[in-house]
């Protein structure tokens, strides 16, 4: 069988101190996709999404009192990630099954069958297997409900509230009927806490001087469980703070792993004083209870009761500046990276559709052809067309438009000859469409996105939401069979289109509900300033 690319982010050398994207190196290897003979149990894997997380600087240096092991300096990176099987010599692991484990920073992987978790339940994102359902979602239900032992009512501290765990348990433990605080770096991400994840209290812990006085306001009584994230400065606080007979289930101390020297705790006493439980836990001792976890927070999922927030960093090759990230604060909830050729399904889908269309390529954060479309940011210096399958500008020349990284949406919108909005379902985007009178195709990423999207499509019955295959990709026949759906078919899109767009032009009236609404509130912050209130 012949060879194929495979690239990697391979570790150049142990680190000391804050880790550099510069520690890590993109190299393309190759594979042949096919098991060694006889390999019965191991399995060869293509991977779609690949988990940031903080243990992974764990593995960077040579100490290994962890327990983790070490990885060693010109190897793949390993940590958890969901994948496509291609090939299997187990009879548990069937081609095309989709699992998620632990596996290496590569686009394919040879993994052994132990510790391979087949995902069975296909309702939800892929992606949610390397967070929600994956490891930090067990994580938190293991460290909160196994460890911590909670009681309604209690009082609950989450450091790094807003990160993949953090964000969890603060959930988990206010369907629990517990008071829940949270700390995080910025005000974005303590507005998240407070506004998305439903905490009751939340603070960025930059702008505190005097923790120890800090938890004192939010927890007068003190704390009965404290998940444990950060270590340091943080824990030494908690400590004073602690009720008798709390419990801290410790998950990680993200604040010691980049440090030469760590810090100490100096008020180690309190644990006597106030008889507090500490205990340390790493995920896979609690593998077992997987079954019991998902039959938890499914349901959960799928009736809105927990939601989820993911950081995606778009292509392999941006891996090492998606996990350096991590270390620095610039990630929201899950930082994920993924490999797929997503792009090339798109343009394919287009070309055969036979539709006209003005298609706005944004450049993945690298100039490597194989990144996928979807990207955080585009960079100026790298030509977005290039990431384009070979000739697939001068094949539809006559059949459509490519403009590079940006084009003026509302003005396009407006346009009397656009007849359907491929669109992410942002809110903005969303009401531009709305206000156009435009119907949508519906491809959500992730957070709010997904929700838009599910009302769209299912609720007002104006956009068409296309089939993501298995393997976490839209294939070209499905991208154009949604499109020849929207612009051939599907009238009742464009009835209910026209009737939400007519209602949007009376709300935006003089005396329409839009209008006044914003009025009212003018009318409202005035008063309250005049109130000397606001």
Same mark, same amino acid.
């Given at each position: 069988?012949?060879?194929?690319?495979?690239?990697?982010?391979?570790?150049?050398?142990?680190?000391?101190?804050? &880790?550099?994207?510069?520690?890590?190196?993109?190299?393309?290897?190759?594979?042949?996709?096919?098991?060694?003979?006889?390999?019965?149990?191991?399995?060869?894997?293509?991977?779609?999404?690949?988990?940031?997380? &903080?243990?992974?600087?764990?593995?960077?240096?040579?100490?290994?009192?962890?327990?983790?092991?070490?990885?060693? &300096?010109?190897?793949? #990176?390993?940590?958890?990630?969901?994948?496509?099987?291609?090939?299997?010599?187990?009879?548990?692991?069937?081609?095309?099954?989709?699992?998620?484990?632990?596996?290496?920073?590569?686009?394919?992987?040879?993994?052994?069958?132990?510790?391979?978790?087949?995902?069975?339940?296909?309702?939800?994102?892929?992606?949610?297997?390397?967070?929600?359902?994956?490891?930090?979602?067990? /994580?938190?239900?293991?460290?909160?409900?196994?460890?911590?032992?909670?009681?309604?009512?209690?009082?609950?501290?989450?450091?790094?509230?807003?990160?993949?765990?953090?964000?969890?348990?603060?959930?988990?433990?206010?369907?629990?009927?517990?008071?829940?605080?949270?700390?995080?770096?910025?005000?974005?991400?303590?507005?998240?806490?407070?506004?998305?994840?439903?905490?009751?209290?939340?603070?960025?812990?930059?702008?505190?001087?005097?923790?120890?006085?800090?938890?004192?306001?939010?927890?007068?009584?003190?704390?009965?469980?404290?998940?444990?994230?950060?270590?340091?400065?943080?824990?030494?606080?908690?400590?004073?703070?602690?009720?008798?007979?709390?419990?801290?289930?410790?998950?990680?101390?993200?604040?010691?792993?980049?440090?030469?020297?760590?810090?100490?705790?100096?008020?180690?006493?309190?644990?006597?004083?106030?008889?507090?439980?500490?205990?340390?836990?790493?995920?896979?001792?609690?593998?077992?209870?997987?079954?019991?976890?998902?039959?938890?927070?499914?349901?959960?999922?799928?009736?809105?009761?927990?939601?989820?927030?993911?950081?995606?960093?778009?292509?392999?090759?941006?891996?090492?500046?998606?996990?350096?990230?991590?270390?620095?604060?610039?990630?929201?909830?899950?930082?994920?990276?993924?490999?797929?050729?997503?792009?090339?399904?798109?343009?394919?889908?287009?070309?055969?559709?036979?539709?006209?269309?003005?298609?706005?390529?944004?450049?993945?954060?690298?100039?490597?052809?194989?990144?996928?479309?979807?990207?955080?940011?585009?960079?100026?210096?790298?030509?977005?067309?290039?990431?384009?399958?070979?000739?697939?500008?001068?094949?539809?020349?006559?059949?459509?438009?490519?403009?590079?990284?940006?084009?003026?949406?509302?003005?396009?919108?407006?346009?009397?000859?656009?007849?359907?909005?491929?669109?992410?379902?942002?809110?903005?985007?969303? #009401?531009?469409?709305?206000?156009?009178?435009?119907?949508?195709?519906?491809?959500?990423?992730?957070?709010?996105?997904?929700?838009?999207?599910?009302?769209?499509?299912?609720?007002?019955?104006?956009?068409?939401?296309?089939?993501?295959?298995?393997?976490?990709?839209?294939?070209?026949?499905?991208?154009?069979?949604?499109?020849?759906?929207?612009?051939?078919?599907?009238?009742?899109?464009?009835?209910?289109?026209?009737?939400?767009?007519?209602?949007?032009?009376?709300?935006?009236?003089?005396?329409?509900?839009? /209008?006044?609404?914003?009025?009212?509130?003018?009318?409202?912050?005035?008063?309250?300033?005049?109130?000397?209130?606001?």
């Amino acid at each position: 069988m012949a060879e194929v690319r495979n690239k990697q982010v391979i570790l150049k050398d142990y680190v000391s101190g804050f &880790p550099k994207e510069s520690d890590l190196n993109i190299v393309d290897s190759t594979i042949t996709l096919k098991l060694p003979q006889g390999s019965n149990d191991v399995v060869l894997l293509k991977n779609l999404y690949l988990s940031c997380d &903080p243990y992974m600087r764990l593995l960077m240096t040579k100490d290994t009192t962890a327990g983790l092991g070490a990885l060693t &300096p010109g190897s793949p #990176l390993t940590g958890f990630g969901v994948s496509k099987v291609v090939e299997s010599g187990h009879p548990d692991y069937k081609k095309d099954d989709s699992v998620w484990s632990l596996t290496k920073w590569e686009e394919y992987s040879l993994v052994p069958t132990t510790g391979i978790f087949k995902i069975e339940h296909n309702d939800v994102p892929l992606s949610y297997y390397t967070g929600i359902l994956g490891m930090p979602g067990m /994580t938190a239900y293991a460290g909160f409900f196994e460890l911590g032992s909670p009681k309604k009512g209690e009082n609950v501290y989450v450091s790094a509230a807003s990160g993949a765990v953090g964000q969890l348990v603060g959930q988990f433990a206010k369907l629990h009927g517990c008071y829940v605080v949270g700390s995080a770096g910025t005000k974005e991400k303590v507005d998240l806490l407070k506004n998305k994840f439903g905490y009751d209290e939340a603070f960025n812990y930059k702008e505190e001087p005097d923790l120890n006085a800090t938890l004192k306001r939010y927890f007068p009584e003190g704390i009965d469980i404290y998940f444990e994230n950060v270590g340091g400065k943080t824990l030494d606080a908690v400590l004073l703070n602690m009720r008798v007979h709390g419990r801290i289930p410790v998950s990680g101390m993200i604040s010691q792993y980049n440090l030469t020297q760590p810090e100490g705790v100096t008020n180690l006493a309190q644990i006597i004083y106030k008889r507090i439980r500490i205990e340390g836990f790493v995920i896979s001792d609690y593998f077992h209870l997987y079954t019991k976890f998902l039959e938890f927070v499914l349901p959960l999922i799928r009736e809105g009761k927990v939601v989820y927030v993911e950081d995606i960093a778009e292509g392999l090759e941006n891996g090492p500046a998606a996990l350096i990230g991590l270390y620095s604060g610039r990630n929201v909830g899950k930082q994920l990276s993924f490999s797929q050729e997503q792009i090339v399904e798109l343009a394919f889908g287009l070309e055969s559709s036979n539709q006209k269309f003005l298609w706005v390529v944004r450049a993945p954060n690298s100039s490597s052809s194989s990144a996928a479309y979807f990207s955080v940011s585009a960079q100026n210096d790298v030509d977005p067309l290039q990431f384009l399958p070979c000739g697939f500008i001068e094949r539809t020349k006559d059949q459509g438009m490519v403009i590079p990284s940006w084009a003026p949406q509302v003005q396009i919108l407006s346009h009397r000859s656009v007849g359907g909005f491929l669109s992410h379902c942002g809110w903005n985007s969303t #009401l531009e469409s709305v206000v156009h009178g435009v119907p949508l195709i519906t491809w959500p990423l992730f957070a709010e996105q997904r929700t838009n999207s599910v009302l769209l499509s299912e609720g007002l019955k104006v956009g068409l939401r296309p089939r993501v295959h298995e393997n976490g990709i839209v294939e070209r026949v499905e991208v154009a069979k949604v499109i020849k759906c929207l612009m051939e078919g599907e009238e009742l899109k464009w009835s209910n289109m026209k009737e939400l767009k007519e209602a949007a032009s009376n709300a935006l009236k003089e005396d329409g509900s839009s /209008t006044k609404t914003i009025s009212q509130l003018t009318l409202k912050w005035r008063s309250l300033v005049q109130e000397n209130k606001f």
